[in-house]
């Protein structure tokens, strides 16, 4: 049973415009939910996250929208750069992230230059 | 800040041998610690949470005798895969959490590549 659901393994974007990465859960006692970065052969890098009492959250070029109803939430990169090329995932907690991530599969974006 | 290490970063061992990674939170105390297992383009998988100074909680499906976690401080936790076979081949990695409250975020370790032989 996954919960957290990230349907697009792969986005191919052009530097400088926006990349969205999308996200769906099913678990409605989510309430925390995180982005991180991904690199090949190192740890995720946590890039922003969001708590259930927003809908949206911004830090620089990064942007995390979320839709409770829906069950919905998104990454936006703008302006993309080639050095945000790597595997995103997104991950999910309840209690405000004092409990274990349920992490989704991971999109690999690609920004070309 | 909020940097967390593992060591090794790769390691080769023969079947039947038993292997440690260590992970260490070096400039906070962490509380918390969890590992995770990633298999090849696949999500990370939480295989335990362990709090200092007390007994690891495993994941449904992971064999607590074969994958021994100890936090002895709240810096340091270590993972021993125990009588490696080559299906224990992966990328370990850890996390590290300051406290339990509302928004503390994990971070992460580097990883460790184990290839079992």
């Known amino acids: 049973d996954q919960q957290v659901k990230q349907n697009s393994p792969s986005l191919s974007v052009q530097e400088g415009r926006i990349s969205i990465l999308n996200c769906d859960y099913t678990?409605?006692?989510?309430?925390?939910f995180l982005w991180y970065k991904k690199y090949p052969a190192e740890g995720p890098t946590f890039l922003i996250s969001?708590?259930?009492?927003?809908d949206k959250n911004e830090d620089g070029r990064f942007t995390v929208f979320l839709n409770k109803s829906a069950k919905h939430l998104s990454l936006h990169i703008v302006p993309s750069q080639p050095g945000d090329s790597a595997v995103y995932f997104c991950?999910?907690?309840?209690?405000?992230?004092?409990?274990?991530?349920?992490f989704g599969k991971g999109t690999k974006l690609t920004v070309n230059p | 800040g909020a940097v967390v290490s593992q060591h090794p970063s790769r390691v080769i061992c023969k079947s039947g041998t038993s292997v440690k990674i260590e992970c260490r939170s070096l400039?906070?105390?962490?509380?918390?610690m969890f590992w995770y297992r990633q298999f090849p383009k696949q999500s990370l998988m939480l295989m335990a949470t362990?709090?200092?100074?007390?007994?690891?909680?495993?994941e449904q499906g992971v064999e607590k005798d074969k994958f021994l976690i100890n936090h002895a401080s709240l810096t340091l936790s270590t993972l021993t895969v125990t009588s490696a076979h080559p299906e224990d081949s992966s990328f370990y990695i850890c996390?590290?959490?300051?406290?339990?409250?509302?928004?503390?975020?994990?971070?992460f370790g580097p990883g460790t590549r184990l290839l079992v032989l």
């Open positions: 400039d906070f105390q962490a509380t918390t």
């Open positions: 991950a999910a907690s309840r209690q405000g992230g004092s409990e274990k991530l349920v």
């Open positions: 969001i708590s259930s009492i927003k």
């Open positions: 362990s709090n200092e100074g007390s007994k690891a909680t495993y």
């Open positions: 996390s590290a959490r300051v406290g339990g409250g509302w928004g503390e975020t994990q971070y």
């Open positions: 678990n409605s006692m989510f309430d925390y």
